[in-house]
């Protein structure tokens, strides 16, 4: 069964983040705002990953000054859902 959900991001230029997760590997991950060519290549990366990975890959991910980032907020939502 495949779950979909959506995050609200906070301290990042993306909005929001979609997700599809099917038995806790990620499906679809899609960033509304924020650097598109960059947030879609990551998108792309992470499909077909254990959310675990992921969450172990960009967790605690920073961009530039802020104490957070796009990717870091992926890991984020995901972590919600383990």
């Known amino acids: 069964m495949i779950k979909k959900g959506t995050y609200t991001t906070r301290g990042v230029c993306s909005r929001k983040i979609d997700y599809e997760i099917e038995d806790g590997i990620v499906k679809n991950i899609e960033f509304t705002g924020g650097c598109n060519g960059n947030l879609s290549g990551i998108s792309r990366l992470v499909k077909g990953m ?3 990975k992921v ?3 960009l967790e605690g991910t920073t961009c530039g000054y802020k104490e957070t980032s796009c990717p870091d907020q992926l ?3 995901l972590k919600q859902e383990l």
């Open 55 to 57: 969450v172990e890959l």
């Open 50 to 52: 254990p959310i675990e």
């Open 75 to 77: 890991a984020q939502a």
